[in-house]
């Protein structure tokens, strides 16, 4: 089969980019060797999503006193089958949702496992496709680090990736995660929500390196208050069953998990792609703006290439990819990408922190505005958290957004659209905001920035 554009891998970046590229008139191929939607829609951010949602439901249950609701605290109780089934119904529909569009858009879906015999040949279960165009979107796999103990706990199903720990029978009464990064967090604040005793050990100085200070500071308060312990410049030395061992200042400890999750971060699946010549620095194939390797006609999107591995990032570059290949000149700029931790409260953001503007010398002024100091933050009882804006001094040009809210991850949008059209704050105090809103606090940190905040001192 002859195609114009062949594309390997069904996740966020692969199946977008074969709609889009249906649309364009291309003749497309998509092959997936397990279940479209990839990590994201089947064991990633949507499921995680779903516990979250029912997490919150269960926090909003537990302190409905302050909302002036009696709630009988006997008949509340977590029924986790349901918890799990409500999030298999889900992407059960997201799924079959996405096998639909892809369908009526004229895509060929080819269930199986792709290998590459040179950039415009592949074979899929012994059957040939010739593309003009490649897009490699093989997303990544969990790390596995070399401790001791540990692929005899993963073998036993005592340690499990995220991909475990969203099918878990029963809620466990103890957690320990390995690793402080998004994923770490995120699976710590549902557990912890239900219950769990949630131990969270991180190698590095600090849980989430690369968000805002600020915002860590928040997030750390709210997350002890959550059932969570965080043990920070600890090592983890060994795994003898639920027992996990670490180092902290010379001194080893042993805390015991029930389950233990283990999210040290993720790897490029860039395996299987020698005959293609393509480069690879540190197991992510290298690609430019365009989302070109160093082969004219191959593209590689999503976990992949390593820039950014977040599912907007993919499906946004899935697009970027195909409208280079149609003949439309398009980049991607990592620095405007929205990104974020969901939790309670979340955390979301945009462009630098203020510790990366410091270290780049930059002259930068900075506005802050509590949501404590908002009215419907007040009436919704969810005062944790603020909106903080890093402009240029000179012109006030945003450099980076940082809202630490319930609602973070919908609000931040309004940061990533300022900063993509290169706005001011003076034009952010310009547009007028909804009251009551939590979207005020966005306007009210901008005029912050300026010296010329209303409602704080």
Not at 23 to 34: D, F, P, S, T
Not at 165 to 184: D, F, R, T
């Amino acid at each position: 089969m002859k195609y114009d554009i062949i594309i390997v891998g069904a996740g966020p970046g692969g199946y977008v980019a074969a709609i889009k590229a249906a649309q364009h008139g291309a003749k497309v191929a998509l092959i997936e060797k397990e279940a479209l939607g990839g990590v994201c829609l089947n064991i990633g951010c949507i499921p995680t999503k779903a516990l979250i949602k029912s997490a919150k439901v269960k926090r909003l249950l537990d302190n409905s006193e302050k909302y002036g609701i009696g709630v009988n605290k006997d008949s509340v109780r977590t029924d986790w089958g349901k918890v799990i089934q409500r999030k298999d119904e889900i992407v059960k529909r997201l799924t079959g949702g996405v096998e639909m569009l892809l369908k009526k858009n004229g895509v060929d879906v080819i269930r199986g496992e792709a290998k590459f015999k040179d950039n415009e040949t592949v074979e899929v279960d012994g059957k040939t496709l010739t593309g003009k165009n490649l897009i490699l979107a093989l997303g990544a796999s969990p790390v596995i680090p070399p401790i001791p103990g540990l692929k005899e706990a993963l073998d036993a199903g005592i340690v499990a990736t995220s991909r475990e720990l969203l099918s878990l029978k029963e809620l466990p009464k103890s957690l320990v995660v390995i690793g402080g990064g998004v994923i770490g967090v995120e699976f710590a604040s549902i557990f912890g929500t239900f219950g769990t005793e949630v131990t969270i050990i991180e190698k590095l100085d600090n849980i989430l390196v690369n968000i805002d200070d600020d915002a860590r500071a928040v997030l750390l308060r709210t997350l002890a208050r959550n059932n969570i312990r965080i043990e920070t410049k600890a090592a983890v030395t060994q795994i003898a069953e639920n027992n996990v061992t670490y180092e902290k200042d010379g001194v080893p400890h042993t805390v015991f998990g029930e389950k233990i999750l283990l999210s040290v971060g993720m790897r490029p699946n860039s395996q299987g792609l020698e005959n293609l010549g393509l480069k690879i620095e540190r197991g992510a194939v290298v690609t430019d703006a365009s989302l070109r390797t160093n082969v004219p006609n191959v593209y590689a999107i999503g976990d992949l290439n390593g820039k950014m591995m977040l599912a907007h990032v993919a499906s946004h570059e899935g697009i970027i990819a195909v409208e280079n290949i149609m003949g439309k000149p398009g980049k991607i700029d990592y620095a405007k990408i929205p990104s974020g931790v969901y939790g309670f409260p979340e955390v979301a953001m945009v462009g630098m922190t203020e510790r990366e503007a410091k270290e780049k010398g930059l002259d930068y002024r900075v506005g802050k505005f509590p949501l404590s100091a908002l009215g419907k933050a007040l009436a919704d009882g969810e005062t944790e958290g603020f909106v903080k804006i890093i402009a240029d001094k000179k012109f006030g040009e945003l450099l980076g957004v940082h809202i630490v809210a319930e609602n973070a991850m919908e609000m931040i949008s309004e940061g990533a659209i300022t900063m993509e059209l290169e706005g001011t704050l003076n034009e952010i105090v310009k547009t007028v905001h909804p009251h009551p809103s939590l979207s005020e606090a966005f306007m009210e940190a901008a005029m912050a920035a300026l010296n010329k905040a209303v409602h704080i001192l």
